[in-house]
């Protein structure tokens, strides 16, 4: 099994940044596909960015090409969501995601590992 756990989320001012991170226990990222998803209330939750480790490989929503990005401390099983530029729209829990994919994915399902998920506010 592998444990995931988000950090970092918080109140932030339009126009401003934010670091979120997601620990994970059981496997190293080196092994899967890592994603990120959120969702706003009354809203569906929608797909943000992936990574394949491995290949390098990236996709991004239209909404974030540009302003968001990912990095990882692989000793510490760590991945970070960069967020620059951040608008109001951006507000939302924010969950990260792992799955044993071949192929990188926008899809919710599958993804079989998440975390509980952190909350980020964007004031205007």
């Known amino acids: 099994q592998v444990q995931l756990v988000e950090s970092g989320g918080g109140l932030v001012q339009a126009g401003g940044s934010l670091r979120l991170s997601c620990a994970a226990s059981?496997?190293?990222?080196?092994?899967?596909?890592m994603g990120w998803f959120r969702q706003a209330p009354g809203k569906e939750r929608e797909f943000v960015l992936a990574i394949n480790w491995s290949s390098g490989s990236m996709i991004y929503a239209d909404s974030v090409k540009g302003r968001f990005t990912v990095s990882s401390d692989n000793a510490k099983n760590t991945v970070y969501l960069q967020m620059n530029s951040l608008k109001p729209e951006d507000t939302a829990v924010y969950y990260c995601?792992?799955?044993?994919?071949?192929?990188?994915?926008?899809?919710?399902?599958?993804?079989?590992?998440w975390g509980q998920g952190t909350q980020v506010t964007v004031s205007s």
């Open positions: 995601a792992a799955g044993r994919l071949t192929t990188l994915v926008p899809d919710m399902g599958s993804y079989a590992y």
């Open positions: 059981g496997r190293s990222f080196g092994t899967y596909v």
